[in-house]
Every structure is written in structure tokens, then in C-alpha cells.
């Protein structure tokens, strides 16, 4: 038998430590962006979906981390609890954001939060105010922009602010768990499973009941263990090597490749305005890593 951990952890730990963290990053955007699909397949609302999913989510970290041997404790220090709100804020803002504006309001503005990086960062960490960061960001916005083309709307007030919202809070738990990384080395998924229970306790209230086929069920299983559960964990982990706006601005994939899943899986066909818009942001984010690799920084 080919003892594959050792072999993969050969080959993990000979990787450069910047794309061990953009690898970690596009994968877990890679997975965010399969939710499109599931939750336009599921028949339930959006809270059912989001508590179920999140309850689901946090049980499965826990199962990871017991067969990994990995210690696990939820950490009630004022970092981890601010970690953890500034999670469960970006899911519930996001999905609350979803049922008031539309769907396309809703990812553009949750993904201002590279945005409030650009500013936040390096005033948190006491670095250089980045340019290329800046050029990077406004690109991939544009980018954005087209892709939603004639999709994005000024009304719904309230669901454009919970989208800004959202965004805050995806910087803010970005923000906080580099912060927490540089400070407290210690494992991060508590955080991210404190999170989710509180996702799901918010939630609780307009879950119930919930009656579920046996495709439903599938569904959030995979939603949950997949989509939210083990993406996170690589987002966590991708985050010791890249800084919080490098993470965000590979995520930004997250928007791109949404839309790709639900065309192959329903044949919902994206317009030209988002193929080319989709192009925009695939080549901006390969741009700017490409740059990153060939003039290597230390990460904060």
C-alpha cells in the first residue's frame, strides 16, 4: 500500500509557502462558488438553508479535526469571539441581503470587501499603502461590473446595505483572523465553528420545521460538509501564508465561477456581457498573483 499522507505531506511542505496559500485560497473559493447551484436546486427558504447548512458545517470541522488528532477548544477570548461574530455576520448579512435585493447585488457588494482591506490592512499592520493592490481590486471590480450588467439594481435599500454589510464583515473576519494568527498561534477552526453555531442558532427560528427528501437532504449535506465546512477550513489555513487582501482578491474567483456550475448543471447560460466580465477578473487575479510570486514579500 502507497502510504499516501506521508507522501503528500512531502510534497505539501516543498511548495512555496505563498502558493501553498493561493492554492488553499482558489480551492475554497473554487467550493463557495458551488453553493449557486444547490441552493437554486433546493425548494427551501434561505434561512432554512443557511442554519441547516451552517449546523451541518461546524458538525463536520469537528469530525475533520477529530480524525486529523487536531485539539480543539472555542475560544472565548475577545479576538476568537469578534472572529467569530465578524463570521457569522458576513453569512446572515449575506443571506438576509439575498431576500431583500438581488442575487447579483447581493455577491457584488459582499465582495467590496477587498476594498475595505486595501485601507484596513495596512493600517492594522503598520505597512505600505499597496498600489498594485489597489489597481488589482479596482480591476476586478470593473470586471464584476460587467458580469452583472443588467442585473445589478439601485432599489431595496435595506438588501444593498445587509450586501455592504456583508462585505464589511468578510474584510473584518479577514482582518481579525490574520490578526489572530500572528497572535495567538493557535488553531483557527474554533472560530470558524463558534461562527457557525451562531449562524445557525440565529437561524433556528425560521428553519423549523423542516421536512426534507432524500435529495434535499443530499443537498445540504453537501452544502454544509463541502461547500461551507471545508472551504473555510482552507480559507483559514490559506490565510497563514497570504495577506488578508491577496486572499480576498483570489476569492473574488468565487464570483466567476458561480455562474459556470449552474449553466453546466441547469443550462442557465451567462450573457456575453459576464463572459467577458468573467475573463476580466480571471485575468486579474492571475495577473496580479503571477507579480506577487516574482517579487516575493513577507507576509504579516
Not at 63 to 90: H, I, N, W
Not at 105 to 122: R, S, V
Not at 169 to 195: E, I, N
Not at 222 to 245: C, D
Request: some cysteine; glycine content about 8%; charged content about 10%.
Amino acid at each position: 500500500m502507497v502510504p499516501w499522507r506521508p507522501v503528500l505531506t512531502a510534497v505539501h511542505l516543498r511548495l512555496p509557502e505563498r502558493r501553498r496559500g493561493l492554492i488553499y485560497a482558489t480551492t475554497a473559493a473554487l467550493l463557495w462558488s458551488s453553493g449557486g447551484l444547490f441552493i437554486k436546486s433546493l425548494a427551501l427558504s434561505a434561512f432554512q438553508i443557511s442554519g441547516s447548512r451552517s449546523l451541518v458545517a461546524a458538525l463536520a470541522i469537528l469530525a475533520v479535526m477529530r480524525v486529523r488528532r487536531q485539539p480543539f477548544k472555542l475560544e472565548l477570548d475577545p479576538l476568537s469571539l469578534a472572529c467569530s461574530v465578524s463570521y457569522a455576520g458576513t453569512l446572515i448579512c449575506f443571506v438576509t441581503a439575498t431576500k431583500l435585493t438581488t442575487a447579483a447585488n447581493a455577491i457584488f457588494l459582499q465582495y467590496t470587501a477587498p476594498i475595505f482591506l486595501l485601507f484596513l490592512e495596512p493600517w492594522a499592520f503598520k505597512l505600505p499603502f499597496p498600489r498594485k493592490d489597489l489597481w488589482a481590486v479596482a480591476a476586478c471590480m470593473a470586471g464584476m461590473a460587467l458580469f452583472f450588467a443588467g442585473h445589478l439594481e439601485p432599489g431595496g435599500a435595506l438588501g444593498n446595505l445587509l450586501g455592504l454589510a456583508s462585505g464589511f464583515s468578510l474584510a473584518m473576519f479577514s482582518l481579525l483572523l490574520k490578526w489572530k494568527r500572528g497572535h495567538q498561534d493557535r488553531s483557527p477552526y474554533g472560530v470558524v465553528v463558534l461562527g457557525n453555531l451562531l449562524v445557525a442558532l440565529t437561524c433556528l427560528p425560521m428553519v423549523l420545521p423542516l421536512r426534507l427528501t432524500p435529495g434535499q437532504a443530499l443537498a445540504l449535506l453537501y452544502l454544509g460538509v463541502i461547500q461551507l465546512g471545508i472551504s473555510w477550513m482552507l480559507f483559514t489555513a490559506g490565510m497563514r501564508y497570504l495577506s488578508a487582501t491577496a486572499a480576498m482578491i483570489t476569492c473574488m474567483l468565487e464570483a466567476v465561477f458561480n455562474p459556470v456550475w449552474v449553466f453546466l448543471g441547469i443550462g442557465e447560460r451567462p450573457s456575453a456581457f459576464a463572459l467577458l466580465g468573467g475573463a476580466v477578473v480571471l485575468g486579474v487575479v492571475a495577473w496580479y498573483n503571477l507579480k506577487k510570486a516574482a517579487a516575493p514579500q513577507p507576509v504579516d
